[in-house]
């Protein structure tokens, strides 16, 4: 990170630039003694996000038209995104119908609480907390099992650690990797490229924010001041890019949620 | 001091790999409660939207395809009925004529009878009032002749019956010759 690159800076007195511990707000009931540990702003976001995703969603579809209003044409459209773009592409006609409203709730909880990172004062994306990726990595991980489980017994983990078509003298080393990069990687993967690429942004942000704040006020040199602005600038792009992420990782996982489960279901046909 | 000794002091305060249990716990639950709402309330209403939009269209298409193949077999009928309309006017013109013709003939025949019949009738007829003429005639010149003979021969031939047998030769005598000239 990019904050502890530039340690020799606060030893001056100078720019001290944000680090992670910034990403935890002070604690809202700090039943928890540790900073950063309690209920905090980040846990009423995941509530606020809950709210307001069954508050448009349920308003949109109040009074189903046959042509729809915008309210409407909105929510269904994002809808049919999730089911026919990630769950039916994915899944297969066959098989999606139950999973629609598992990627539907994945994919619209990761993508409000990432886009709170964009909206002013909120300011925060939720799963830029590891502990929120890792909650939603945990219940997938859990749901593949369990449709894996369902699907083929017991022979699941075996379908999943032996891939078929692999010369027998191979399998010693097939099996360790196999199991090593479905039952262990897998799961840290989904959390984490969601975990570090919402917290890389955030960092950002912050980082542009404290950065062209010092600039501009601590410095008295004009030049660094226009710096300053600048980099305010070049931090509108980087908002657009980071609102370009938050989309595209919230699209990730919903994704990778689908293709996990279509894997399950369909174990024995790879 | 160097920066790996920050990274280990940042990483100390806090290190972002390690969860809030709170944060677990919560978004866990929410999303639990998220999904939930979503199985019960908010997926099958937009199911069933989906599928009424399906039906209301599909039931619209065919509905669509109800009215035009209605309309066609409508159009087919019409044409069919006029069709046998024309044939059947033309038909019953065809038979109008030849009836026509079979009743002018008829009515010839009819006429030509009558005619035929009061012809004779009329025939008949005169030839009964030339009898009746004759026979009216006969006497009359009979009694003429007798009372015109009388006259002459004063009262010498008064005697009815034998008037009458000379009436009768000379009258006789009359047609014999008569006939006698027509033969000729």
């Given at each position: 990170m990019i904050a502890f690159a530039l340690p020799m800076a606060s030893e001056e007195g100078g720019f001290v630039p944000p680090t992670v511990s910034d990403t935890h707000l002070p604690d809202l009931f700090p039943w928890m003694a540790e900073y950063g540990t309690g209920f905090g702003?980040?846990?009423?976001?995941?509530?606020?996000?809950?709210?307001?995703?069954?508050?448009?969603?349920?308003?949109?579809?109040?009074?189903?038209?046959?042509?729809?209003?915008?309210?409407?044409?909105l929510a269904e459209s994002g809808y049919a995104f999730v089911r026919n773009g990630i769950g039916r592409d994915i899944i297969g006609e066959k098989n999606f119908r139950p999973w629609i409203p598992l990627l539907f709730a994945t994919f619209f909880f990761i993508l409000l609480n990432n886009l709170f990172g964009a909206i002013p004062f909120l300011q925060l994306p939720s799963f830029s907390h590891a502990g929120s990726a890792y909650a939603m990595a945990i219940i997938i991980y859990g749901t593949w099992i369990?449709?894996?489980?369902?699907?083929?017994?017991?022979?699941?983990?075996?379908?999943?650690?032996?891939?078929?078509?692999?010369?027998?003298?191979?399998?010693?080393?097939?099996?360790?990797?196999?199991?090593?990069?479905?039952?262990i990687v897998r799961p840290l993967t989904h959390s984490l490229r969601?975990?570090?690429?919402?917290?890389a942004g955030h960092m950002i942000v912050m980082l542009a924010a404290a950065g062209a704040r010092y600039l501009i006020v601590m410095q008295e040199n004009l030049a660094m001041n226009g710096l300053g602005v600048l980099v305010i600038v070049g931090s509108v792009a980087m908002y657009f890019l980071e609102l370009l992420i938050m989309v595209l990782q919230a699209f990730v996982f919903a994704l990778l949620t689908a293709i996990y489960i279509q894997g399950a279901i369909e174990a024995d046909a790879h | 001091m160097n920066s790996t000794d920050f990274i280990l002091a940042a990483g100390e305060s806090v290190n972002p790999l390690l969860p809030n249990p709170w944060e677990i716990l919560v978004t866990g639950v929410g999303f639990a409660l998220l999904l939930f709402i979503v199985v019960k309330v908010i997926a099958p209403k937009f199911e069933q939207s989906y599928e009424d939009r399906v039906t209301a269209i599909e039931g619209g298409l065919e509905k669509a395809e109800a009215a035009q193949k209605e309309a066609e077999e409508t159009l087919a009928q019409y044409k069919a009925q006029l069709l046998e309309a024309r044939t059947e006017a033309n038909r019953i013109r065809e038979e109008a004529r030849s009836e026509g013709a079979q009743i002018l003939a008829d009515l010839k025949t009819k006429a030509g009878d009558e005619a035929a019949r009061i012809t004779e009738q009329a025939h008949r007829q005169i030839d009964a009032e030339r009898s009746a003429a004759l026979a009216s005639l006969r006497s009359d010149v009979g009694t003429l002749a007798t009372e015109l003979a009388s006259k002459i021969v004063d009262e010498a031939l008064q005697d009815d019956a034998r008037a009458q047998r000379v009436v009768d030769k000379f009258l006789n005598d009359l047609e014999a010759q008569q006939n006698a000239g027509a033969s000729n």
């Open positions: 702003k980040q846990m009423l976001m995941i509530v606020l996000s809950i709210v307001l995703i069954t508050w448009f969603f349920t308003a949109a579809i109040k009074n189903p038209k046959l042509v729809p209003g915008k309210m409407q044409f369990a449709v894996g489980l369902k699907n083929h017994g017991i022979k699941f983990f075996k379908l999943m650690v032996m891939p078929s078509g692999v010369p027998g003298w191979i399998m010693p080393l097939m099996i360790p990797l196999e199991f090593i990069s479905n039952f969601l975990m570090a690429t919402m917290l | -």
